[in-house]
């Protein structure tokens, strides 16, 4: 419908990336004595106390240290009610011009609960969600589930079908790269992913383990803050979990499986090329394609880029220009590659600095990814509007 004036009718913008702790998750953390755990330090700056998440194992030398010493710097990062109100995400959506979001839990998910314990939980936070998203009246949330990875088999699995028949607002869900304990390359793990094909329910791939702490050098811990996992673990970590599935053949084994992969796919845009020649260079897998061809399947394995460009989805949270570009042109690039990409804001991880509290005015990180999509494809663009929200819409099913 035209808008008075014959201006352009505003397209709905569709946040993807965008967490919530439910109270119940919160309670398991504030019992928790080790990481993950939510602890509560004395405040510098007010009365009340001041609870802290810690979540990464990068943080656990802080950690420490303020338990032995009250005046070191408190560890982690503030809880604050960005992380755990649903007025405060409508808040933060309102002030962004966001129409809908799709709610995930934030990492580590429930990757470390007791076996015995996962599937109620699991259960339980699920129902939370749903929750949330139905009490809102104008379809502004939506959410991806968490599983009970810890559980039995046959938990996990009728977990997929209860978010899928149950849960009217759920459209996917959230994994690690640890799987069931050893990454997603684990043909434990195909079975799963089968069903969540078969449910029609994409993977929204996020990190949290990062890379071994001894990386980023022995000044990391006093000095560089939460940079070098943030910025450099995570996005590895996703790039490896994906390269790992695409060479133990698990695209060409599901091959419904649909991923979205957090932060543009780490660095998979980028080294796709490498990763191809790599493949197309090595003895090993050579001789097992040649193989192949022999034998009765005759399937040959899909490039990299056949899989970016059919199974693979990216968020558009990668805060550049140049990273967006880049995730569209892997993604097949022109308006193929831009109908692969999804805006996301990875709310309420990174507050503006020296507000984290409170902060209810505009956000940095969501500006950088919002001007990086104006910029990359053109302001207005009709590409530009499906990246921030159409695909969304399209790819999720948000409306039906
Ligand atoms: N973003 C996330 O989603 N999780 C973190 O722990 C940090 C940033
Ligand atoms: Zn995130």
Partial sequence: ?????????????????????????????????????????????SPDPDPRLILLEAELPALEKALQDPSAPVPG????????????????????????????LANPWLDFLPASEAGAIAERINTAFEEMCSSS??????????????????????????????????RGVILGTSGLGSGLDDPALLPILRSLADHNLPVFLHPHYGLPSAVYGPRAAEEYGHVLPLALGFPMET????????????????PELRMILAHSGGTLPFLAGRIESCVLHDERLAKEAEKKKTTASRRRRRSVWEVLRSQVYLDAVVYSEVGLKTAVEASGGGREGAERLMFGTDHPFFPPVGDEADSQGEWESVRLNAEAVKRALGEGSEEAELVMGGNAIRVLRLFE
């Fill in 239 to 254: 790039t490896i979990a994906v390269a790992r599935m695409y060479l133990a053949g698990v695209f060409d084994a599901v």
């Fill in 137 to 170: 009246s104008n379809r502004a949330f939506f959410f991806f589930a968490a599983l009970p990875l810890t559980a039995p088999l046959e938990t996990i699995v009728s977990c997929i079908t209860h978010v899928s028949q149950c849960l009217p607002h759920c």
């Fill in 1 to 45: 419908m035209a808008q008075p004036g014959g201006s352009k009718p505003k397209r709905k913008v569709v946040d993807i990336h965008t967490h919530m702790y439910p109270a119940e998750y919160i309670s398991i953390l504030s019992s928790r004595t080790e990481i993950p755990l939510v602890r509560t330090f004395p405040s510098p700056s």
């Fill in 77 to 104: 990062r503030p809880l604050t009610k960005h992380f755990t109100s649903l007025p405060q995400k409508l808040h933060f959506m309102t002030t962004h011009g966001i129409d809908i979001s799709v709610l995930s």
